[in-house]
């Protein structure tokens, strides 16, 4: 459990478990603590390397702003740090965002790719969570200070009083408009979309990102022939604010990230 200095940044970082590595990323306002038994289940067999995004955590907040791009290039250059080479990413939410922009900016580096709950484009959401997200910042941060999100970062947050700024710069960050389309159908990296079945985005649109990426388009043939390299999963009576709970997530991971080249 260390630090990093990357691009500016005391990148946290902790390694659990042997094997294999894989990089986690967390979702926004959280800390690694989000992943519970999740992480502690994928130690059993990978080298994890959980990170704190700029602002989260044990990760102090700087004057930059946040951004998908900026955190990739973050986590980009730690994996650079720590010598993984070609990597697999794991990231939920803003962290799938991150991922995503990895394998986009720094192909390089992901050998694979597992987005949870993250749309390709900022429509994806459904638009009752894009009115949500139209209302963080400090005040909505201040009324969130009841919310189990804030004890995580209370525990760890090398300076508390800056919770509004990250709340102003998560406020920020998903007000931006985005679409990702062109970028995302290039990207080199085997990748596993996963989505809840009550998530924040609709499954129609995760199909898309699925279509983008090769897959579901036409039938596998009977030999599995014609099955392209991506995944998709739709896990079943989760939503997107506990699909990191369900008892299947970490045999779905394992089982993508062993498949052979």
Known sequence: ??????????????????????????GGFWTIEMFGTFLPALAQRRRVVAVELQGHGHTPATERPLRYETCADDVAALISHLGLGRTDVLGYSLGAGTAIRIAIQHPDVV??????????????????????MAQ????????????????????????????????????????????????????????????????SIAPAHAAEFYALLGGGLRDADWDASK????????????????I????????????FLSEPD
Request: zero cysteines.
């Open 244 to 255: 990191t709970e369900a008892p299947s997530l970490p045999g779905l991971v394992e089982e």
């Open 136 to 199: 963080l910042g400090p005040e909505a941060a201040e009324g969130m200070k009841a919310s189990p999100l804030y004890a995580a970062y209370a525990r760890v947050a090398p300076r508390v009083e800056d919770w509004p700024v990250l709340g102003t710069r998560i406020g920020e960050l998903l007000r931006r408009d985005y679409d990702w389309s062109p970028e995302a159908a290039r990207i080199q990296a085997r990748t596993m979309l996963v989505y809840a079945d009550a998530d």
């Open 227 to 242: 099955r392209v390299a991506s995944r998709l999963a739709i896990i079943p009576g989760r939503t997107h604010y506990d």
């Open 1 to 26: 459990m260390t630090y990093a200095e990357v691009n500016g940044v005391s990148l946290w970082y902790e390694e659990h478990g042997s094997g294999e590595p894989l990089v986690l990323l967390h």
């Open 111 to 132: 050998r694979r790719l597992i987005a949870i709950s993250s749309p390709v484009r900022r429509s994806g959401w459904f638009p009752e969570v894009l009115a949500g």
